[in-house]
């Protein structure tokens, strides 16, 4: 078979979709289409496969193709030894997997010089056949016949057999499978304390002495022992259920046919038990603990993916002029206030708190910028001194003349804005602006706008994720840039206003010409029209293509600039605005008249009812965002540390971050809550993600409070009770102990990303979070 056909089939079959459908897609993308551009404007094309569909598309075709280049390695070493049979090049062309490919070249791979290899140029592979013909016969007695100078006594002559065999058996692929899947159904995951470590890894105590099936460990208990595993704290094995421990040598002997319960018989019974203690059994748990780290490490990417793409959408407050505080102590307080387009405007650092304690000219100052600036938006970052900082803010508002207009206030996060403050983009910005000040900058303008402000950091810099630090680091960067271009491809693009660094993930676009289009802005003024971009240096007409149905032109000379209609299909726009008997701007956003409009009748070469349908909903709502309505959670007045929650307390807040156990949520005492998987619905839920996204405002009951430990136990259901409540109803609350109990390791901080010192994904948060 064809291996792009091949590819093709495999896709369609991950992806619930038809061949064809993948086979078009990919001559798109090897065409250099991106997925946004695919998904938007080539339905016709692929049979309206979506993003998300063609994300995994994207990753699965990189694997299918590496794997058909070592299929096409493995059948050319075979055939250059002359050993490739019809039988065999089948099995090859029907394997599914890489690790079912190595399986089957194992018997034809270079080797070292191996003792089965010593035992047959010694003349006893006659010896091992012999014994495996006759299951009755005395193995001693058959052995003595094949004793020679190099083999001068009957025990090494049935070792070199027995050599022989558990090389046969290792290399035999159909039963590697089927031990494969066995483990895959039986295997337990034990860690045990190394002597001597248990100070050193106290973070990890909860896997001091811990088993669990390999197939159901979740993706932070993993990745929490294979983290102390490689410190050298606990030690990780693979092996079967103690129940069923002999089972695999049986399934050994079994592949050798045996009859009966002869001397013969029962010496082969004894190799099998060998070959699986000493060969197999290792090899196989390695295999299991590679899947193991895999699987693990694609759901922490995931859940980091999902959390990014939560946080860009988060909903924008809008174009108006913001003062953006990154709250300190000993340091200051830094400020910076910004105009409706995020124009720097004025930047000051106040005391207000210890050792200077200017709390006066601290409030002078900022009700200053505040009246100088006609602020409408007050962005505090939720660091160290957060609280206080807005205590401070609130005291201000009250001091506003009568009639004056009250900003609103917002805790925005403040992960990534020291990295940007430092980074070579912000220099570009800022050259003549303090590092320091440079992060109030960057709180303020995340408020008006997350996404255009977030596509300056580095996305593993956010810190949404869990055990970031210990995924494979290209594979999540790959993931994380495709969730960023696919956020802000959704969104669109205001092509005069927008940044280089947000220019730079348009579809078609990158860096290079993202600056560049920069420059000619700079030096031409505002573009009037989407066609104007092809007057940019190096902007050809295929970037053009791919780039200008997700560029916005506000007030322009074309009216379908403002819209995510692509230029190529401008006359079919025009066409039903002409059957709406009016012109273009007034047809725009009217719903009533477009409803009249069959799309059937505008069909056209290349042009069918996807992009007719996607046309009509896009005048209707010309420039729709898509992201939801701007809102904020309101703190609690006196409830500013850990120490002033009271389990009982009913609190908003905002989540932070979600993880496979549950999610984090932010209510203002500068330590994330946590809300288990089984307190964030009056339901079963299995995916936290059904339930809420990091930016969801949601209200809470605290139901415990550790002060010691900083963990703060919280409950979405309806019926949630305090811990000690619901205990002395006899019903505690087993879901948050255990969630608590599994974290107890080490983890990388949701907040700022950065290794942490604590254990597990749960116990990560509720540390230390800067």
């Given at each position: ?499 280089a660094a947000l220019l730079s993930h348009v579809s078609g676009l990158g860096p290079a010409l993202a600056e560049a289009i920069v420059s000619h802005r700079e030096t031409n003024g505002a573009f009037s029209a989407r066609k104007d971009l092809l007057k940019v240096a190096r902007l050809g007409p295929r970037a053009f293509e791919q780039a200008a149905g997700f560029l916005r032109i506000r007030d322009g000379k074309e009216p379908l600039d403002a819209s995510a209609v692509h230029p ?135 139901t415990e409070v550790d002060i010691a430990r900083k963990r703060i136990g919280l409950s979405m259901r309806r019926d949630a009770k305090p811990a000690a409540a619901a205990a002395k109803e006899g019903k505690p609350a087993r879901d948050q102990q255990n969630a608590y109990r599994s974290r107890k390791g080490t983890g990388d901080s949701p907040k700022t990303g950065s290794t942490g010192a604590l254990g597990s994904a749960l116990a990560e948060a509720f540390g230390k979070r800067k």
């Open positions: 078979m064809d291996p792009e056909l091949r590819i093709s089939r495999q896709i369609a079959s991950d992806i619930s979709a038809r061949p064809e459908q993948v086979v078009a897609a990919v001559k798109l993308l090897d065409e250099g289409a991106t997925v946004p551009f695919v998904a938007r404007y080539r339905k016709e094309a692929t049979g309206g496969l979506d993003d998300t569909q063609l994300r995994l598309l994207s990753d699965r075709l990189i694997y299918l193709r590496d794997m058909e280049t070592r299929r096409a390695a493995i059948v050319k070493s075979i055939a250059e030894q002359g050993k490739l049979g019809d039988d065999l090049a089948l099995q090859i062309a029907r394997a599914q997997t890489k690790a079912e490919l190595e399986d089957l070249y194992l018997p034809y791979k270079k080797k070292r010089r191996t003792k089965a290899m010593i035992a047959r140029e010694n003349g006893l592979e006659p010896l091992l056949d012999a014994i495996l013909a006759d299951h009755g016969a005395d193995p001693e007695t058959v052995a003595a016949a094949y004793l020679n100078e190099a083999v001068p006594t009957v025990k090494e002559a049935l070792t070199g057999a027995r050599d022989i065999l558990g090389e046969r058996l290792t290399e035999d692929a159909a039963l590697l499978g089927r031990l494969r899947d066995w483990m895959h159904q039986n295997a337990v995951l034990r860690a045990k304390l190394v002597d001597g470590q248990a100070d050193k890894g106290a973070k990890f105590s909860d896997y001091f002495d811990h088993s669990e099936k390999w197939q159901t460990a979740p993706s932070h208990r993993a990745l929490a022992m294979l983290r102390a595993s490689n410190e050298g704290v606990i030690t990780l094995d693979i092996l079967p259920e103690e129940a069923v421990a002999d089972r695999p040598a049986e399934m050994i002997a079994a592949s050798l046919n045996l009859r009966g319960h002869g001397a013969g018989a029962h010496w082969l019974r004894q190799a099998a038990a060998w070959t699986w203690r000493v060969k197999l059994s290792l090899s196989m748990m390695l295999d299991l603990l590679g899947d193991l780290r895999t699987r693990a490490q694609e759901e922490a990417i995931s859940v980091f993916a999902r959390n990014l793409k939560d946080l860009l959408l988060a909903a924008p407050a809008g174009a108006r002029a913001t003062l953006g505080l990154d709250p300190g102590i000993r340091t200051g307080v830094k400020v910076a206030a910004i105009d409706a387009t995020g124009k720097l405007l004025e930047s000051a650092t106040i005391y207000p708190f210890q050792p200077k304690n200017d709390l006066r000219g601290a409030e002078a100052a900022l009700l200053a910028l505040m009246m100088k600036h006609k602020i409408e938006l007050i962005a505090i970052g939720n660091g160290t001194a957060s609280r206080e900082t807005e205590r401070l803010v609130l005291d201000v508002l009250k001091r506003l003349p009568k009639g004056q207009p009250v900003p609103t206030k917002v805790i925005v996060s403040e992960a990534g804005a020291s990295v940007y403050s430092a980074s070579e983009l912000a220099a570009r910005e800022f050259p003549d602006l303090d590092v320091s000040l440079r992060g109030a900058v960057s709180i303020a303008r995340r408020l008006q706008d997350p996404l255009a402000e977030l596509v300056k950091i580095e996305p593993k810099s956010i810190g949404v994720g869990q055990y970031q630090h210990d995924v494979d680091q290209h594979r999540l960067g790959r993931s994380l840039e495709g969730v960023v271009e696919d956020a802000v491809n959704a969104v669109g693009v205001d092509l005069n206003t927008a940044s190529e299909a401008y006359d079919i726009a025009r066409d039903i605005v002409k059957a709406c008997g009016r012109d273009l701007r007034s047809v725009m956003g009217n719903e009533a008249a477009l409803r009249m409009i069959r799309a059937e009748d505008f069909l056209r070469d290349g042009f069918g009812l996807p992009t007719i349908h996607d046309i009509l909903a896009e005048l209707q709502k010309p420039g729709r965002d898509p992201r939801p309505d701007f809102k904020t959670a309101s703190f609690a007045d006196g409830v500013e540390e850990i120490s002033d929650l009271r389990p009982g307390m009913r609190l908003e807040g905002t989540v932070t971050n979600v993880a496979a156990f549950g999610a984090f949520v932010d209510i203002g005492v500068h330590q994330d809550g946590l809300v288990h998987v089984s307190q964030l619905a009056d339901r079963f839920v299995k995916d936290p993600h059904e339930v809420v996204k990091a930016g969801d405002v949601v209200k809470v009951m605290v």
